[in-house]
């Protein structure tokens, strides 16, 4: 990107595997892995194309969220699952160790290196939502997650919500949904980190219908995305 900006992707729920050492955990949660509780389906595949379509570093983990989710922070009462919650206190501490850790480490370093090298980064994460929760129907094929308080999430968004409406009129296109931008994860505890000129966080909600169905559909979904995405960037570069 010209200018001052920074472009990062990250991918926190990418895939369900799950380290060897950790499997006997994991003896009755199968089925739980390979639904939308494992990971996020269609996630990653959106995330490498935007990492791609921007020339842009992708930090992404194909390590299941059941094991420890990233985009939690500690001490949340979900950044372990059922699966490893009850586990030994030491077995805990070696996941945040091995897995939790580098993967947080990383990105935060990332971002305060480009910081003091005079850029704002421009940070987003690639995520999708199962279209039923608890027996509600979400309502969204597409969600934008931002900080209400930090005018550059808010104008970037507003610009990508425009541009893939005119792109794509048939999808329904919502912000700070189907989540409130600052829950808990990733972008907002980065915000906390880094100030409103120095990191705009956004979360890329996608509806898993898309995904999981594939195909052309989907692949024509990505692509203007990515092209919306470009729109929303461009708008609100330094």
Known sequence: MAGRDSILITCEHGGN??????????ADFEPL??????FDPGALALARKLAAAFSAPLFASTTSRLL?????????????SEATRSA??????EIFARHYLPYRSAIEAHVAAAVAHGQRVIHLASHSFTPVLDGVVRNADVGLLYDPSRSGEVDLCRTWQAALAALRPDLKVRRNYPYAGRSDGLTAYLRRRFPPDAYVGIELE???THALRGGRGWRELQAALVES???GVESSRL
């Open 68 to 80: 420890i989710d990233l985009n939690r922070s500690p001490g949340h009462p979900r950044l372990y």
């Open 88 to 93: 030994p206190v030491p077995v805990r501490n």
């Open 33 to 38: 892995l390979r639904s939308h509780r494992g």
């Open 229 to 231: 995405a470009r729109s």
């Open 17 to 26: 595997r799950i380290p060897p050492r950790y499997r006997a955990l994991f």
């Open 206 to 208: 996608v509806n898993q």
